[in-house]
């Protein structure tokens, strides 16, 4: 049977090999083969001759491109609808615009500044609501007297009064839900996630909490650090405590239920310190690093089964992460050393063939289902 399909285009374009007789039982184009698979070489490319059978071909590695550096502890980040990318610049106590040109500029600025060992911090998280709006967590003021502000798409502070969780503090992690609108908000130094609930107008009510001290049992995770919902509105939370580290997903109960806690991964010593959702096809990103070992870090992608794919490595404390136009995933590194303007934006693109392709190039030939994974 020949396969008609792009993969082998794909590959022949791609992967011109230094020797005819070299054994593609390894890595191509970076792609983990993990299960036997049916080949041949004409010339020095690669041309599938049949289908794929049975194999698994893991994430191609994204191109990376340094956007920004010397940033002072670089950690949330948010895409505006114009295609300029922010960035809390939380050890600097401000927020940066970059351009599409790569043009930065300072955006908002003179946030309170403190330090959650051995960070110095301000401004970590933002929201960027449908008008434009900007929904900034801080970090920078004492345990019960940190606040959640609010701005214009211009950066100018709105009328709105900043919200002040009880006993809140170091608001690392924000996301609304897509179905009612309410704000949650992690506060990673207490170990509580709040709920404000939208009002008429847009404005929020008080914050309440939601989930106190412990999530999935008897794991009991803490300190929530990143919160993202899925396509489904779902809930995900990503833990950065190094000893039970990890991300849970909530469903969300009506009324005054509580929320059906699934742990989905244990991060097994590493921090996990920010959620993304591909807008293509929904598929939920996480960064993790080894709090001593800052260069042990990598951005994780959560396949359709549940198991998880590495969709990038070689990061140095991975903090932020956001999508922009065409999937191209931003992503913020602190670097290995705390407050020295060290910290850059990395913007990583994934070349792949196109979905249409793709479709007729995975299938079943009888003896098992082949798979591509960007």
Known sequence: MVMRSAVSRWFTARKPLPDASGSLLGRLQGSEIRRPWRWMIVGTSVTVVGWISGCDIGPIPPDVETIATGLNNPVGLAMTSDGTLLVAESGAGRIVSIAADGTMMPFITDFALGTFFPYDIG???????????????????????????????????????????????????????????????????????????????????????????????????????????????????GFSDFVNGGIDRLTIAEGDEPPAVESVYDAAGRMVTALAVR????????????????????????????????????????????????????????????????????????????????????????????????
């Open 123 to 237: 401004p970590l998280s933002m929201v960027i609501q449908e008008g434009g709006a900007i929904i900034v967590g801080e970090g920078g003021r004492p345990i019960g007297m940190e606040r959640v502000s609010f701005f214009d798409s211009a950066g100018q502070p709105l009328d709105e009064p900043p919200l002040t969780p009880i006993s809140g503090g170091n608001f690392q992690g924000m996301a609304v839900d897509p179905v009612s609108g309410d704000l949650f908000i992690a506060s990673a130094n207490t170990n509580r996630l709040y709920r404000a609930a939208v009002l008429d107008g847009g404005m929020f009510d008080a914050p309440v909490d939601f989930v106190v001290n412990t999530l999935a049992e008897p794991i009991g995770r803490a300190a929530p650090a990143a919160l993202v919902f899925d396509t489904d509105g779902v809930l995900w939370v």
């Open 279 to 374: 807008p293509s096809d929904g598929a939920v990103l996480f960064a993790e690093f080894h709090p001593e070992r800052p260069a042990e870090a990598r951005v994780g992608r959560f396949r359709d089964d549940g198991t998880i794919a590495t969709y990038a490595e070689e990061l140095t404390a991975p903090a932020g992460l956001a999508f922009g136009a065409d999937d191209a995933l931003y992503v913020s590194t602190l670097g290995e050393t705390p407050n020295a303007d060290r910290g850059s934006v990395l913007k990583l693109t994934l070349e792949t063939p196109p979905p249409a392709e793709m479709d007729d190039a995975v299938a079943d030939d009888g003896m098992g289902e082949s798979t591509v994974s960007p």
